[in-house]
């Protein structure tokens, strides 16, 4: 979560900041300005033919690594400054600051460029030094060069075109976090679990009230939340119950090897009835190696699994719009399960392929880094076509339970749009 120096208010949540703290940032912004013209961008004199070593920085091309870092200082003159001398001292570049006011002291959060041959320990040990404490630190990447308020508005817009989207944002905007939903009826929340209280400085778990009524739970445990962080995610739980349920209308009309046209698009609630019918017309073998349970329970699960909030569903239905197919991409905390079931008649059509195709696609475009998916030993369909994928594979059984775990970040998987901003006919 990257924050530009001159995004900084001065008044947060009701308390003004200090001007001192903007003054000094302003301050170093224009020393730094005056060094890079005074020594990196000077024009050549007669001698200089170009071949020389950079003297703008003192590093070669490549020789720096970007970081992220947290500390809390105290809320006092000289407090920032001291920070900032530090890492300069280190020829550690400061390239965007956010400051989250506390009820004691204040959490600075720095993106730098720092020397490649600089590690974590040696920086977050200068910061310690100069005052800071709590520090955290870790490495960052071109993605959190964007500012915060362009970040904010690409999470809400993604919120606002998909109900899917709000565990997504949510986890983006906080970072690496466990994230889950518990209905209106669930234990914790009828015994009372606290919601949207005040947040202490030591906080790492995070509770939201969710539109439908029940909880949702946010847990960062490297890392304390702070009130800005809980300000911003409750307005994006805010801003997605206003907007109420909603999921993208793109679709996909495609014919099979044998010749079949189907669709394929997004499902929600609104196909809880065609889901049931399906059940009803499978046998008994495909409902138990999707739901790995009594075939009496296989429709209790509809209504969870067709829910935006808890991921995504693909539907497959065919020219007369009866519903053959069900794919399902499932937040699962800080994981992402994916499932499959097929009208037996639709089976070996090359559908389930498909459809896995499609939702690890779209898995890519959440940014996870992995998907798994639990069935039986005995599955075959399933296992080749997690095969078919091309994706590093991992194997676990237990008790005749198979649970197979794909890595995203290979090349392979090929699949047309995902559905969540376009339609096609």
Same mark, same amino acid.
């Given at each position: 979560?990257?924050?530009?120096v ?74 920032? #400054? ?15 600051l ?33 005052? %800071? ?14 500012? #915060? ?14 109900a899917?989207?709000?565990p997504? #944002?949510?986890?983006?905007? *906080? ?7 518990l ?33 949702i739970? +946010? ?34 009309? *495609? ?8 669709? +394929? ?30 075939? %009496? ?18 539907a497959?239905?065919?020219?007369s719009?009866?519903?053959?197919? *069900? ?5 699962? %905390? ?7 079931i ?9 559908i ?28 075959t369909?399933?296992?080749? #076509? ?40």
């Amino acid at each position: 979560m990257t924050r530009k120096v001159a995004e900084q208010t001065c008044v947060t949540d009701g308390r003004p900041v200090r001007r001192w703290r903007q003054d000094v940032v302003e301050l170093a912004a224009l020393l730094r300005t005056w060094w890079t013209s005074r020594h990196g961008h000077a024009p050549p004199d007669g001698t200089d033919t170009g071949t020389g070593p950079d003297t703008g920085t003192g590093m070669a091309a490549g020789a720096s690594v970007l970081w992220r870092m947290r500390t809390t200082v105290k809320d006092q003159p000289g407090s920032l #400054a001291a920070l900032c001398i530090a890492l300069a001292e280190r020829r550690i570049d400061i390239l965007s600051l956010q400051t989250h006011p506390l009820a004691r002291g204040t959490v600075d959060e720095f993106l730098l460029r720092a020397p490649a041959d600089l590690t974590a320990t040696e920086i977050s040990g200068a910061v310690t030094r100069a005052g %800071g404490a709590g520090t955290w630190i870790e490495r960052a990447d071109a993605h959190d060069l964007v500012d #915060a308020p362009t970040r904010v508005l690409g999470l809400a817009t993604r919120t606002a075109l998909d109900a899917a989207e709000l565990p997504l #944002a949510l986890r983006q905007l *906080l970072g690496r976090c466990t994230i889950r939903s518990l209905p209106g009826g669930d234990s914790a929340a009828r015994e009372g679990v606290p919601v949207e209280g005040a947040l202490e400085e030591t906080d790492t778990v995070m509770r939201l009230r969710a539109p439908e009524g029940g909880v949702i739970t +946010v847990e960062r445990p490297y890392l304390p939340f702070t009130p800005t962080e809980f300000a911003r995610a409750r307005a994006l739980v805010e801003l997605d119950a206003r907007l109420g349920p909603r999921v993208p209308n793109g679709q996909d009309v *495609l014919t099979l090897p044998r010749g079949n046209a189907i669709t +394929v698009r997004r499902a929600d609630a609104g196909d809880l009835e065609a889901a049931k019918a399906m059940h009803e017309r499978c046998s008994p073998r495909t409902l138990s190696l999707r739901y790995h349970g009594p075939m %009496g329970d296989a429709d209790r699960y509809l209504n969870h699994l067709l829910s935006p909030r808890y991921g995504r569903t693909l539907a497959v239905q065919t020219a007369s719009g009866r519903v053959v197919g *069900l794919g399902h991409l499932l937040w699962d %905390g800080d994981e992402t399960e994916i499932a499959l079931i097929v009208e037996d008649e639709w089976q070996r059509h090359g559908i389930g392929g498909e459809l896995l195709r499609r939702l690890v696609s779209m898995a890519r475009e959440a940014n996870c880094e992995h998907v798994y998916a639990v069935t039986q030993s005995s599955n075959t369909g399933m296992v080749a #076509a997690m095969r078919g994928l091309g994706l590093p594979l991992d194997y676990q059984i237990e008790e005749g339970t198979l649970v197979i775990t794909a890595r995203l970040d290979a090349a392979p998987v090929v699949s047309p749009l995902p559905y969540d901003h376009s339609s096609r006919d």
